[in-house]
């Protein structure tokens, strides 16, 4: 027989976490991997972006260096609060909302959308367009719709009740127990 302090896990490892008592719907699962998603193309567009510095020497190994250390850690902090968020923890849906849904995909189309603001066409804009900026358009077209659908399906009526179940539920946890 197991006692309550007996484990199954071997000596040695962690034993798992417990099942969460909440189910997670299916519009935050989804929402996860859509951050997942966007989390790989930032590094993808990360990993584009050096590239071409590195090729026409427009920056300089201190600049990209801070850069890059800038993005792992927007990088790890999304996925830190993506997890969160997938565990029913509100604080981490607002995050991830107001850091990554409303100033990330501001950041990401500001360059863009100021271009066209000052009068170039589509058409100039398309007429230098390379391989490299193919690839970097078509990933970060890619980014900025799993953000904005992550963030759309975190407020589903599903995922909204699951996101009160858990705080009450990780509340009457916290509680005493009665004698």
């Given at each position: 027989m197991n006692s309550p302090s007996s484990s199954s896990a071997a000596?040695?490892?962690?034993p798992p976490a417990p099942a969460s008592p909440v189910p997670t719907p299916a519009p935050v699962r989804h929402a996860f991997a859509l951050w997942m998603i966007a989390v790989a193309?930032?590094?993808?567009?990360?990993?584009?972006?050096?590239?071409?510095?590195?090729a026409d020497g427009s920056g300089s190994a201190g600049g990209i260096g801070v850069g890059l250390a800038i993005r792992l850690t927007v990088f790890t902090a999304a996925w830190w609060c993506a997890v969160r968020m997938r565990r029913g923890q509100g604080w981490?849906?607002?995050?991830?909302t107001l850091a990554l849904g409303i100033g990330g995909t501001a950041s990401m189309v500001a360059e863009p959308l100021g271009r066209l603001a000052d009068g170039?066409?589509?058409?100039?804009?398309?007429?230098?367009v390379g391989a490299l900026d193919l690839?970097?358009?078509v990933s970060r077209t890619l980014h900025v719709l799993a953000v904005l659908t992550a963030v759309t399906l975190m407020f589903?009526?599903?995922?909204?009740?699951?996101?009160?179940?858990?705080?009450?539920?990780?509340?009457s946890a916290a509680l005493p127990a009665e004698q």
């Open positions: 000596p040695g490892t962690v193309a930032g590094a993808f567009e990360t990993v584009l972006a050096v590239s071409e510095m590195a981490a849906r607002l995050a991830l170039v066409s589509v058409g100039a804009l398309l007429s230098d690839a970097f358009a589903l009526p599903a995922a909204n009740a699951y996101f009160t179940t858990a705080r009450r539920s990780r509340a």
